[in-house]
Each structure stands twice: as structure tokens, then as C-alpha cells.
């Protein structure tokens, strides 16, 4: 099993910054991928950033450019560093982890395990 944990979420006015935190405990070991995911109210949850074994990192268009994904390996943590926020941002942002294929990086369908999540929201 694999556990996750969020943390860093809060309010911020739009063109700020935050940095999540997900840290990882359990049976970490095999994981290849693992994002963030986030749920606006009312929408579906989405891909926002992803990062497999070897740190390959992919991101939705909307973020490209704003938000950093990373991995301190010896801390099992992982990390979405964000920058210049917009209210569209606005959302419960979600870590996840599998030890699925790494092509399967994108898919949401594939993630096992998922923390509780933590909630950002920007102002404008």
C-alpha cells in the first residue's frame, strides 16, 4: 500500500505563488509515476502535471510554463511549484501514484492511489 498525504494549499491573489507538498510513506518502492490531479467544483477532476520513474514531467497546456513539478526521491516527496495563479486555478488539487506502466503516465484511470487532497484558491 502507499500512502499520500497533501499539504501547502491556501488563498492567494491572483499572479501569486504556492509550492504543494505530497509526501509519499508506505510500499513506495515500484511506483513509476506520480501528478497532480485537481476538481473544480462542478467540472471533472484533470491532469495537471506529470513526472515518471526516470523524471520525465508532462503538463496540461493551461500551466505549462507556470507550474513545476519534482521529486525529492530520498524523501518519497513529491512537489507542484506554482506561480503566477490565475482564478481558473481554483480547485482541490490531488496527488497521485501507480506502479502501472510509465506509458500510462497520462491516464488518470491508472493512478491507485490518491491522497485527500489539499485546497488552492486564487482571487482575482
Known amino acids: 500500500q502507499v500512502q499520500l498525504v497533501e499539504s501547502g494549499g491556501g488563498s492567494v491573489q491572483a499572479g501569486g505563488s504556492l509550492t504543494l507538498s505530497c509526501a509519499g510513506s508506505?510500499?513506495?518502492?515500484?511506483?513509476?509515476?506520480m501528478a497532480w490531479f485537481r476538481q473544480a467544483p462542478g467540472k471533472e477532476r484533470e491532469r495537471v502535471a506529470t513526472r515518471d520513474f526516470y523524471g520525465r514531467t508532462h503538463y496540461k497546456d493551461s500551466v505549462l510554463g507556470r507550474f513545476t513539478i519534482s521529486k525529492r526521491d530520498y524523501e518519497n516527496t513529491l512537489y507542484l511549484e506554482m506561480n503566477r495563479l490565475e482564478a481558473e486555478d481554483t480547485a482541490m488539487y490531488y496527488c497521485a501514484a501507480h506502479r502501472n506502466d510509465m506509458r500510462s503516465c497520462p491516464d488518470i484511470k491508472s493512478y491507485d492511489y490518491w491522497g485527500h487532497g489539499t485546497q488552492v484558491t486564487v482571487s482575482s
Open positions: 508506505g510500499q513506495m518502492y515500484g511506483v513509476n509515476c
